[in-house]
């Protein structure tokens, strides 16, 4: 029961005491989501189960200066049979903000928090094993107090983007096409010494035909372009991001 009090009491003043930018979660009508606890019992023998869950109201436990979880459970006709006791999770929700460095071009993350305070009693050995799991979603973030006028960057960095990939594969086309007629020219020079007269070239003197810089351009371009690309794609999930995605074990 202390293990609860201390966790109930610390969730209600977790704005108080966190370090990070946290904020609890809530309906669509503002009320708070309630936290709760679940515990599971032996039913019947030591085979089957019951699961039973009681919510535990922000504004309950903001009310007394003395919080007791078994009085709580015990008001609610909540109990909890250790005999028979499987596990039992204190479940809360919150919402976390990262902020991004520099904010004047990036946006925050927004993440959906939905942690539980797990008390295992499954191998019955007289110890309780306590643990914490943690699921994040990514959100996306509304009403975070960041500045509009400063977004301006992000559509203007995308538009940088294109406009250089753009250009890397101008220029990459172009290298391409002067290596590829420079082969060519190649080909014919040594098709022209061979008939006209009877020699070979050697070759150093076919390297001549084959413009290093060209080949160092064309790797440079194939490399901006692909760090372009991954940028973009990287970018595109604060910006219209509808993916949901889960993190286990957050």
Same mark, same amino acid.
């Given at each position: 029961y202390d293990y609860l009090d201390y966790a109930i009491t610390s969730y209600t003043v977790l704005k108080d005491v966190s370090i990070g930018t946290y904020e609890y979660h809530q309906y669509a009508n503002g009320t708070l989501i309630p936290s709760f606890i679940c515990c599971d019992h032996y039913q019947t023998g030591f085979t089957n189960s019951r699961k039973a869950c009681l919510n535990i109201p922000y504004l309950a436990v903001n009310a007394?200066?003395?919080w007791s979880t078994q009085q709580y459970l015990k008001e609610n006709n909540f109990s909890l049979e250790?005999?028979?006791? %499987?596990?039992?999770? $204190?479940? /809360?929700?919150?919402?976390?903000?990262? +902020?991004?460095?520099?904010? *004047?071009f990036n946006l925050p993350d927004c993440y959906n928090l939905t942690s539980a305070i797990v008390f295992d009693n499954e191998d019955r050995d007289g110890q309780m094993l306590v643990g914490l799991n943690i699921q994040a979603t990514v959100l996306s973030c509304n009403n975070t107090g960041h500045d509009s006028d400063r977004e301006w960057g992000s559509p203007q960095s995308t538009a940088l983007n294109i406009v250089t990939m753009l250009i890397c594969c101008l220029s990459l086309s172009m290298c391409l096409r002067s290596l590829y007629r420079a082969q060519v020219l190649r080909y014919s020079c040594v098709k022209f010494f061979r008939i006209q007269y009877n020699k070979k070239l050697n %070759?150093?003197?076919? $390297?001549? /035909?084959?413009?290093?810089?060209?080949? +160092?351009?064309?790797?440079? *371009?194939?490399?901006?372009?692909?760090?372009?690309?991954?940028?973009?794609?990287?970018?595109?999930?604060?910006?219209g991001d509808t993916t949901v995605q889960n993190y286990e074990g957050y």
């Open positions: 007394t200066n003395n250790f005999d028979k006791l %499987l596990s039992c999770r $204190f479940v /809360f929700k919150v919402l976390a903000v990262k +902020l991004r460095v520099p904010p *004047d %070759l150093w003197d076919e $390297f001549e /035909f084959c413009n290093f810089w060209y080949i +160092l351009i064309c790797i440079n *371009d194939m490399l901006i372009i692909t760090g372009t690309v991954l940028k973009l794609g990287l970018e595109s999930r604060m910006i």
